[in-house]
């Protein structure tokens, strides 16, 4: 009876992790795309290592459903009140982020409701960690375009936290006075998030502030630019509250993991780019100084791992940037009539929606496609090693 009792506590002991991956504008093309684009385990084609049939980690989770995601006033939704149905549960209208329009009042998030019980959580992302759908598991406001905003709540936990952000603005003028919001959101209070990694360093940084990162093989001098309009370096103020900053591969990879324990206050920020993090295509020929997707995930599993203890850990992984290129398809069709994405190299960040320019020579549209939802699937095979942890039950 003893020996089954202390069975039974072990039992509940074991920590109970949960990832949510968030495909961003991910639906059934883009994943039958890259199905096509693996060979569908033909010896002939691109990719051949499975004598069976080649398949994406998606495919190998154990249920498949579908889901309504479309904004309270809106059939046509956008990130903010769609990923707000994934973090709050509630529909909300379009650009809105974990915000309730009925009731003017803030939602509270499963990342919040798990930390406030006593689970790291994490954010993971490609685009800016300001953008709206790593926005609406840890901020609260009415629209998505306010980022500045949005970091000051990340790195917030108290009502003094966030009035210091905007007090230490050397920027003294009714300009900017008048558009401050002053009062920490309600849920955020008491929150710290314990990972926060992506693009997005223009909302951290001074205008005008330039954070050295790294040096390519070619000499060219890697740099973050900032953009903050109200001149606060909220790096160094995130740094003050317990946060280890990167903001390159090589950083993030070899950080000192033994830091991050459940009794510490040590944190990690991650900024790799000074808007998004490039395309997966761009990041493998130009900017590998930059982290991987599955980089990050799994550096933020290792950590959360350790910060949530016995507890375990909430977290969300974003592939963000595969919304973008059907945006950049979007584009092309509405100008041009014409399916250009298929047939014409381009570089979708080139600033020519019809994708008429190229960055990378000969490399096509569908390939930065189907690229985009390989590293997002990448990912996923990080997250999905922990189910075979026998020490922790992981839900994915």
């Known amino acids: ?93 379009n650009e809105m982020i974990a915000f309730d329009p009925e009731t003017n009042l803030p939602l509270e998030t499963i990342l919040e409701a798990a930390k406030k019980q006593g689970y790291a959580v994490g954010l993971v992302t490609t685009t800016r960690i300001t953008h709206a759908t790593p926005a609406a598991f840890g901020s609260h406001i009415w629209h998505r375009d306010l980022e500045d905003y949005i970091a000051a709540q990340l790195i917030s936990s108290t009502q003094k936290e966030y009035e210091e952000i905007f007090n230490s603005s050397p920027v003294d003028s009714l300009k900017y006075n008048a558009q401050r919001d002053w009062v920490l959101p309600t849920p955020k209070v008491g929150v710290q998030i314990d990972v926060l990694l992506g693009g997005g360093a223009k909302q951290f940084l001074p205008n005008g502030y330039v954070e050295p990162v790294a040096t390519t093989d070619a000499g060219q001098k890697i740099v973050l630019k900032g953009g903050r309009q109200d001149k606060v370096n909220l790096i160094e103020l995130a740094k003050k509250r317990g946060y280890a900053f990167v903001n390159s591969r090589e950083q993030l990879l070899n950080i000192d993991l033994s830091q991050f324990t459940p009794g510490s206050n040590k944190k990690l920020l991650g900024l790799f780019q000074a808007s998004h993090n490039s395309y997966e295509q761009d990041r493998q020929l130009t900017n590998n100084w930059e982290p991987s997707l599955s980089d990050m995930t799994k550096i933020a599993i290792e950590i959360l791992k350790r910060k949530g203890g016995n507890k375990g850990f909430f977290l969300m992984v974003e592939g963000g940037r595969i919304d973008h290129l059907g945006h950049a398809n979007a584009g092309a069709i509405s100008r041009s009539c014409k399916m250009e994405i298929d047939s014409v190299a381009f570089p979708p960040d080139g600033g020519d929606r019809r994708l008429k320019n190229t960055a990378q020579g000969n490399i096509y549209g569908s390939d930065y496609l189907i690229k985009e939802v390989l590293s997002f699937d990448y990912a996923v095979t990080e997250g999905r090693k922990l189910l075979k942890d026998a020490s922790s039950e992981t839900l994915i």
């Open 1 to 93: 009876l003893t020996f089954l009792l202390s069975f039974s506590l072990l039992a509940q002991q074991k920590p109970k992790n949960v990832i949510l991956f968030i495909g961003d504008g991910f639906g059934i093309a883009p994943k039958t795309a890259a199905r096509m684009a693996m060979g569908q385990g033909q010896p002939d084609k691109r990719y051949f290592t499975d004598p069976q049939f080649q398949v994406l980690s998606l495919d190998k989770l154990r249920y498949t459903g579908m889901a309504t995601t479309h904004s309270l006033n809106s059939w046509t939704t956008d990130s903010a009140p769609g990923a707000t149905v994934y973090s709050a549960g509630k529909k909300i209208d």
